[in-house]
């Protein structure tokens, strides 16, 4: 039951009914109050509300009682960009890939936590990595792009762009990356032809 429950509080979550996800959340805990999913849940649904302060204090409950979850450092990562705290977003994006330097989840937040961070070479690495383990995952051309973007290499940053817009479902950052190929287009169609 502890399973379909932590499903029902992460879709609650997502469908914005973080009441109904939190009072789940607290369901789990209870069935095993020394299990670290029922704080990373509590944590989850925390982050997803806007409520970042407390998020951290259950993600970090939840890491002291597993702190080879990788999940848990993820969304702590998550929680501490959110706050703007940079350098513990890092420590905890690199000890999620100590623990599992494969997984996609961590290989995205490394590669957008390395962009927000504006670690833009980093940001490709990751980016790259991201797509040699999942072609279609849309937040690698986003990270790829914007890297390129930074460097000034219209022609790299045009093509990862698209490719994100092409992928990525309707969001802010989806929006602001057509912002920046209409930006990129105007930019290279001023430019002298040979």
């Avoid at 879709?11 to 914005?16: C, K, P, R, V, Y």
């Avoid at 607290?26 to 302060?53: H, M």
């Avoid at 914007?146 to 479902?169: C, G, I």
């Amino acid at each position: 039951p502890a399973i379909r429950m932590a499903r029902a509080a992460i879709e609650l979550g997502e469908a914005g009914q973080f009441d109904q996800a939190m009072a789940v959340a607290d369901s789990v805990y209870r069935i095993n109050p020394y299990s670290s999913e029922g704080y990373n849940l509590k944590g989850i649904t925390l982050l997803r509300a806007g409520r970042y302060e407390p998020a951290v204090k259950e993600l970090l409950t939840s890491i002291s009682l597993a702190e080879y979850d990788h999940r848990s450092w993820v969304n702590l990562a998550l929680a501490y960009n959110r706050m703007g705290k940079r350098d513990e977003m890092m420590t905890a994006l690199r000890r999620a890939q100590r623990l599992n330097p494969d997984d996609k989840n961590v290989l995205e937040s490394l590669a957008m936590g390395f962009m927000s961070a504006q670690q833009m070479d980093s940001a490709r690495v990751y980016g790259q990595r991201l797509l040699e383990r999942d072609s279609t995952a849309c937040q690698g051309f986003l990270a790829i792009g914007v890297s390129y973007l930074t460097a000034r290499d219209l022609v790299r940053a045009r093509q990862y762009l698209s490719k994100y817009v092409e992928r990525a479902p309707e969001s802010a950052d989806r929006r602001q990356a057509v912002q920046l190929l209409q930006r990129i287009e105007k930019a290279t169609s001023a430019m002298p032809r040979p």
